[in-house]
């Protein structure tokens, strides 16, 4: 996802979409350690995007 397209979502679906994606990201380290995923770039794919929508949710809590 684009930061472009991260900005255009509204403030209260960022956050509830921040917390869809940090699940998401536990189960996959949880997956990892049971047995290896066939592509472990999801790992830092996810952590990027995390970090992506916190990054704008704060954009739009400074700029209020």
């Given at each position: 996802?684009?930061?472009?397209?991260?900005?255009?979502i509204p403030a209260n679906e960022l956050a509830e979409r921040v917390e869809t994606e940090v699940a998401k990201y536990q189960q996959l380290l949880l997956n990892?350690?049971?047995?290896?995923?066939?592509?472990?770039?999801?790992?830092?794919?996810?952590?990027?995007?995390?970090?992506q929508l916190k990054t704008v949710l704060r954009e739009y809590e400074l700029n209020k």
């Open positions: 996802m684009k930061i472009a397209e991260i900005r255009q990892h350690s049971v047995s290896p995923l066939e592509n472990p770039a999801q790992i830092k794919a996810a952590r990027r995007t995390i970090a």
